[in-house]
């Protein structure tokens, strides 16, 4: 059984055009993110929710906007897409408490053209 | 703002060597720190957490160390094998379940 899931496992598109990633998981955590990581490895944060309330937005454009529909579900909509978006994007969960593990999801690879 | 960094950036030692990877971290106030592995085109798999008022963890093979006062914590990874070869990445979390990564140490084992 997959713990974290995401879709698709890679996504090529256009720039300007608008995409969704989702983001499932079936642990019963109440925290899930959102990561991105760039061409040189660097993974960084984007989003946190808890219980479906965004408790972490660092700086990232408001072209990316985070939906949480339930505490199992996480996902990104990148609305009018641009070159220095692609990267993979990794979603995660933890069962909050400052002490646990995050478990990660095996990424999207998103390439704009 | 908490800034991870890891050294070396790339590894290469010959199978059956013992090796330690570091990690260093510039504010001591964490909850945890968390040793990953990314292997090529794959996501990432916990090895091992240490929380904040451990001195290490083990795994098998693998050992981590944390010492907050000094923001450091290493890897120690024992009679290496081809198979341990990957992206290893630490991860340090703050207030808010916010992980740092550090860039991430890249190593070959030979057979």
């Known amino acids: 059984d997959t713990a974290v899931s995401q879709t698709p496992k890679y996504l090529v598109t256009q720039m300007g055009n608008d995409k969704s990633i989702k983001c499932e998981q079936n642990?019963?955590?109440?925290?899930m993110y959102w990561y991105k990581q760039d061409s040189k490895k660097f993974l960084k944060i984007m989003f946190s929710?808890?219980?479906?309330?965004?408790?972490i937005n660092e700086t990232v454009p408001n072209r990316f906007s985070p939906k949480s529909p339930d505490k199992a579900h996480l996902n990104l909509h990148i609305n009018s897409l641009e070159l220095g978006d692609s990267a993979v994007y990794f979603c995660?969960?933890?069962?909050?408490?400052?002490?646990?593990?995050?478990?990660f999801g095996p990424g999207t690879r998103l390439t704009v053209t | 703002k908490q800034e991870v960094t890891q050294i070396p950036a790339a590894l290469s030692v010959p199978e059956g060597e013992n090796l330690v990877l570091n990690c260093s971290f510039t504010?001591?106030?964490?909850?945890?720190l968390q040793w990953f592995r990314q292997d090529p085109g794959k996501g990432l798999t916990s090895l091992l957490l240490?929380?904040?008022?451990?001195r290490e963890q083990t795994s098998g093979r693998l050992n981590a160390s944390l010492d907050k006062s000094s923001g450091r914590s290493t890897l120690y990874i024992a009679a290496s094998q081809p198979g341990d070869s990957a992206t290893y990445l630490c991860?340090?979390?703050?207030?808010?379940?916010?992980?740092?990564f550090g860039e991430g140490t890249q190593l070959t084992v030979n057979p």
């Open positions: 642990l019963g955590h109440d925290t």
């Open positions: 240490i929380q904040s008022s451990q």
């Open positions: 504010d001591s106030a964490i909850y945890n």
């Open positions: 991860a340090a979390e703050t207030s808010g379940s916010r992980l740092t």
């Open positions: 929710y808890n219980n479906k309330e965004l408790i």
């Open positions: 995660a969960s933890q069962e909050r408490g400052g002490s646990n593990e995050q478990y």
